[in-house]
């Protein structure tokens, strides 16, 4: 996008042909910096409209020219309406963490802004995930999209190792607050699935003389700016987040993230841990599992071809009860081949079910434990 402005840039007459669009005020502030560092030899000029500050500034920015706009879709659609921002002349559309964007509900604010640039545009959509939504979009506002796969998100990264707690029910805050103590490293990002999650974990890590901070939807703009400032300084230990502020959360080195609450889908479990392993680096990731969670961990495993083993902290032994475990018997290899063993003659009687054969069929439902 840069270098295509910046071919056909006219100084004395700026007007508006590039717009990325993103979920959050966090992500508004990377894409700019990112457009600082690339474009820092260039005269393109950039500028954030975003809700939580000053519309008076913004509109006298719009006013003295601008190249290229990095915007949430809220504040940018009330620019437009008010006729502040005009989108007609944008002719370079990006979409980034478009399935985000999808997931929070943002499908109209989106067709808004697509149909508001000009018809001759070119539109990119971005995401670790693609899901059917971002196709469906595609195919109403793409003609002859082309998909650039950078990386198989089924592929697992071997930058990154994985670990699994089992732990009872109760006692899982304090596995977690035992392995951020013992853990040698000084940035760790704990995901847990909702608000009123992330303040619970931040009044125990508080007792617990563990240096935290949080982000969530629910915070006010400035006390996530600062809190993530505070995580990359190194003045806090925890960042404590929800998925949707833990999107495109990008953090240099981080070494380590813990799921303390399992995520609702694979795609969640994906972005969760790209946070670390980032940029040619190791990372690890821990997650946290009560019984609770053992199907749906299986289950993100195989979407991944992920092999995690479940590992028992020798300070926190289980009493919870466990779910029954199969024990794998080694076949004889004419079972394996089919052939039949005096053991297993079929029946003499058309229709009739050897004792033998009604047992092993009855337990097949207990094969997966």
């Known amino acids: 996008m840069l270098e295509r402005i910046n071919n056909n840039l006219s100084l004395q007459n700026?007007?508006?042909?590039?717009?990325?669009?993103?979920?959050?005020?966090?992500?508004?502030?990377?894409?700019?910096?990112?457009?600082?560092?690339?474009?820092?030899?260039l005269k393109v000029k950039h500028t954030k409209i975003m809700g939580g500050t000053s519309r008076v500034k913004q509109a006298e920015t719009l006013e003295g020219g601008i190249d290229i706009v990095v915007a949430t879709a809220g504040r940018l659609l009330d620019l437009s309406k008010e006729g502040?921002?005009?989108?007609?002349?944008?002719?370079?559309?990006?979409?980034?963490?478009?399935?985000?964007?999808?997931?929070?509900?943002?499908?109209?604010?989106?067709e808004t802004i697509f149909s508001s640039c000009s018809p001759y545009r070119q539109i990119i959509m971005c995401s670790a995930t693609i899901s059917q939504n971002i196709r469906k979009l595609a195919k109403e506002f793409l003609k002859d999209p082309v998909t650039v796969q950078i990386h198989d998100r089924r592929?697992?990264?071997?930058?990154?190792?994985h670990k699994a707690y089992k732990i009872d029910k109760k006692k899982k805050k304090e596995l977690v607050t035992a392995l951020i103590k013992e853990s040698k490293y000084d940035q760790i990002l704990l995901f847990v699935n909702k608000k009123d999650g992330v303040d619970a974990a931040l009044e125990h890590f508080k007792e617990q003389g563990v240096k935290?901070?949080?982000?969530?939807?629910?915070?006010?703009?400035?006390?996530?700016?600062?809190?993530?400032?505070?995580?990359?300084?190194?003045?806090?230990?925890?960042l404590v987040a929800t998925d949707i502020a833990g999107r495109g959360l990008d953090i240099e080195k981080l070494p380590l993230v813990i799921n303390y609450t399992l995520p609702e889908t694979t795609d969640d479990f994906t972005h969760r841990v790209g946070r670390t392993g980032r940029a040619g680096n190791t990372g690890e990731v821990i997650t946290i599992l009560t019984v609770d969670d053992y199907n749906a961990f299986t289950k993100i495993e195989r979407d991944l071809k992920l092999n995690v083993k479940r590992e028992v902290h020798e300070n926190f032994p289980l009493k919870d009860r466990q779910p029954r475990q199969k024990i794998q018997t080694k076949k004889k290899l004419s079972e394996i081949k089919g052939k039949r063993t005096p053991s297993n003659k079929a029946p003499t009687r058309t229709g009739a079910k050897s004792k033998k054969t009604t047992k092993r069929d009855s337990n097949r439902s207990f094969r997966k434990g």
């Open 212 to 238: 935290v901070a949080t982000v969530h939807g629910g915070i006010e703009y400035k006390d996530r700016v600062q809190a993530i400032k505070d995580f990359r300084n190194k003045k806090v230990k925890v």
């Open 155 to 161: 592929d697992t990264v071997s930058l990154i190792s």
């Open 84 to 110: 502040i921002i005009d989108l007609s002349s944008v002719n370079f559309i990006v979409l980034d963490e478009a399935d985000t964007m999808l997931e929070m509900g943002f499908l109209d604010e989106i």
């Open 14 to 41: 700026r007007v508006l042909r590039g717009l990325i669009v993103v979920p959050t005020r966090e992500l508004v502030e990377q894409v700019s910096k990112a457009l600082n560092d690339y474009g820092q030899f």
